[in-house]
Each structure stands twice: as C-alpha cells, then as structure tokens.
C-alpha cells in the first residue's frame, strides 16, 4: 500500500470527486483531505492510499493534469521522520 501526495486541487473539489478521479486507476483504500476549518472547502491537498501498481498508474495519468483549472502535483508521499531527520 503506497501513500499518495495530491497538491493543487481546487477549492471546490470534494472528497466523493477526488476518490472517483482515483477510482478511474484503482480501488482507493483510503483518503484524508484538508478541508478549511470554517467554510468546509478544500485547502489544497489530500493524501491518498491505493495499491503500488495502481497509485503509479495514478500518478502517471495524473500528475501536471488539470483539474478546475488547477494544475495537480501528484507524488508518492514522503515518509515523515522525527526530529533530527531520524526514525
């Protein structure tokens, strides 16, 4: 299971319409989306979980895609380390 980074989304995105956009390339596992805490819109990005083979064929056929008139940066997301860039 791979972790998808997914920036550049637009303001109105949803989460619905963000899984179907994946859906087109694999089953997605899981999705967590930032939403502004107020107005319940989209703050930009979302991290998404889907199968290896399946989360590259996402990011092939989506990355520098446009998507309401936003230009997606999808990349497999960076493993967060502790401090002093230690696990």
Same mark, same amino acid.
């Given at each position: 299971m791979l972790t998808l980074s997914v920036r550049g989304l637009p303001r109105e995105m949803t989460e619905s319409a963000l899984s179907e956009l994946f859906g %087109? =390339? *694999? %089953?997605? =596992? *899981?999705l967590r989306m930032a939403k502004d805490l107020f107005a319940g819109t989209c703050k930009g990005f979302a991290e998404l979980k889907m199968e290896g083979h399946e989360a590259r064929a996402a990011i092939t056929a989506l990355n520098g895609s446009s998507q309401g008139g936003s230009t997606l940066r999808v990349e497999l997301a960076s493993e967060r380390r502790g401090p002093g860039g230690r696990r």
């Open positions: %087109k =390339h *694999g %089953k997605v =596992h *899981g």
